[in-house]
């Protein structure tokens, strides 16, 4: 067990969002994705000392659904450590939440040479996916000059016993200077090397993102009159540690 030091918590205690070190990012963002991400106290709130992002079915801005995504880009930003959320999350159809983090130098190199850490999306629909959390990295490959990833639906999947939505557990990854692995709670679910093949994508500061998304890749993963919305994903606190 590393010798670990609490550098930052957020743990939603106060009345609303701290926007001193969560920005709300706005409109149709990434992947053509269909919803909306909104300002609106609606999709983004505390509650019972929880953060909700909520995702719902609403006409708003020429979009069918809105949702919200929070980040600490203009605030926060952190090379290597242990970054933690516990969490409950949504279910149904096409809803995509993460938890996840992008290299701060983001605008200057652009995707993915600034390397993506997925800590944890869930995609929803079928009995297995309710039940399952996926890590992934990205990053641009050294070798081929190409998008390149690690984990993700092909080996970086874990299926817990049960739905995710039905209670808080604890999503993690340690990332050192060597290597990342990743956490459910006290289980270890996937590891990866950091090689000379990534470019220096993580070794360098990385901000947090939270969100819900609907998945939209082609008609048979988008959202429909199957998809049970609203749906509420419930952050209980997030934390980083850094070894001491």
Known sequence: ?????????????????????????????????????????????IEDGCLV?????????????????????????????????????????????????????????????CGEIDIMEKLGGTELRERQTIATLHWLSAETGEHKESGGTSNGTYAYERELSEDFHIYAVEWTKERFVWYFDDTVIYQCDIT???????????????????????????????????QRYVIDYVRVYQEA
Not at 14 to 27: F, I, M, Q, S
């Open 53 to 113: 992002i909520q995702t719902l079915r609403e006409e708003y801005k020429g979009a069918h659904y809105t949702s919200a995504e929070i980040t600490t880009e203009f605030s926060h930003a952190w090379t290597y450590g242990r970054f933690e959320m516990r969490a409950k999350l949504p279910r149904s159809r096409a809803v995509w939440p993460a938890f996840w983090t992008l290299g701060a130098n983001i605008h200057e190199v652009n995707w993915p040479l």
């Open 196 to 230: 000379p093949d990534m470019q220096g994508s993580f070794d360098k500061p990385h901000f947090i993102l939270l969100n819900t998304a609907l998945e939209n890749w082609d008609e048979n993963s988008c959202p429909n009159e199957d998809t049970d919305l609203p």
């Open 1 to 45: 067990m590393k010798n670990w030091k609490l550098v930052f918590e957020d743990d939603f205690n106060e009345p609303k969002l701290n926007e001193a070190v969560w920005h709300k990012d706005t409109g149709f963002i990434r992947n053509r994705e269909p919803q909306y991400y909104t300002t609106e106290d609606r999709n983004c709130f």
